[in-house]
């Protein structure tokens, strides 16, 4: 069964930048199936998509936060990485790490359990 | 303020029948398909229905879902206990270079 584990910094300053990695086990990577990207959801409140990344390297992000963001994929390890630079309050979140099948339905089958960043000096 | 509209609170009595409603765009729902999740309280959110009205392996048939025009519905019958949690819609918009967009989430309470 595929698992997704989250790991990073819990705690970020402000302007500098946010690294995660997501773990993917029960599951290749590079099967040429599946997206893999991120969701992320401030406390008490809803979830925002952040992109996602195929195998190959090519990576799609959510406009809004297009700027600031660069995912990377590590077929070797089988893992896939955010960084968001300049980080400001309203980047704390818990960042979640998921997988669809690619199109545009967009179904996030797999989830992991998730990771809060929050960004304070 | 999310781009699809929900009810921020729905609520029923064990055994009933609620329905949550997805109100969004021809941007969004209206030219794509609509998935729901399902988030129980300090868990990660968990695919609930995909494709309008599909239902993945081991979700109970008493969850199911509709779209008709740019609105989407989420109707839970036989309420139980353990259906109380926050449920989000999701959609593909095809505005702004193209985004995946959700619901503010519904927080389902049950008396």
């Known amino acids: 069964q595929l698992q997704l584990q989250e790991s990073g910094p819990g705690l970020v300053k402000p302007s500098e930048t946010l690294s995660l990695t997501c773990a993917v086990s029960?599951?290749?990577?590079?099967?040429?199936?599946?997206?893999w990207g991120w969701i992320r959801q401030p406390p008490g409140k809803g979830l925002e998509w952040i992109g996602d990344?195929?195998?190959?390297?090519?990576?799609y992000y959510n406009p809004s936060l297009k700027n600031r963001v660069t995912m990377s994929v590590d077929t070797s390890k089988n893992q896939f990485s955010l960084k968001l630079t300049s980080v400001t309050a309203s980047d704390t979140a818990v960042y979640y790490c998921?997988?669809?099948?690619?199109?545009?339905?967009?179904?996030?089958?797999?989830w992991g359990q998730g990771t809060l960043v929050t960004v304070s000096s | 303020q999310s781009v699809l509209t929900q009810p921020p609170s729905a609520s029923g009595t064990p055994g009933q029948r609620v329905t949550i409603s997805c109100s969004g765009s021809?941007?969004?729902?209206?030219?794509?398909?609509v998935n729901w999740y399902q988030q129980l309280p300090g868990t990660a959110p968990k695919l609930l229905i995909y494709t309008n009205n599909q239902r993945p392996s081991g979700v109970p048939d008493r969850f199911s879902g509709s779209k008709s025009g740019t609105s989407a519905s989420l109707a839970i019958s036989g309420l139980q206990s353990e259906d109380e949690a926050d449920y989000y819609c999701?959609?593909?918009?095809?505005?702004?270079?193209?985004?995946?967009?959700f619901g503010g989430g519904t927080k389902l309470t049950v008396l």
């Open positions: 998921t997988r669809h099948k690619g199109g545009y339905d967009y179904i996030f089958d797999s």
């Open positions: 990344i195929y195998s190959s390297g090519s990576a």
């Open positions: 999701a959609a593909w918009d095809d505005s702004l270079n193209g985004r995946v967009v």
């Open positions: 021809s941007s969004n729902i209206g030219s794509n398909t």
């Open positions: 029960g599951g290749s990577i590079s099967s040429g199936i599946y997206y």
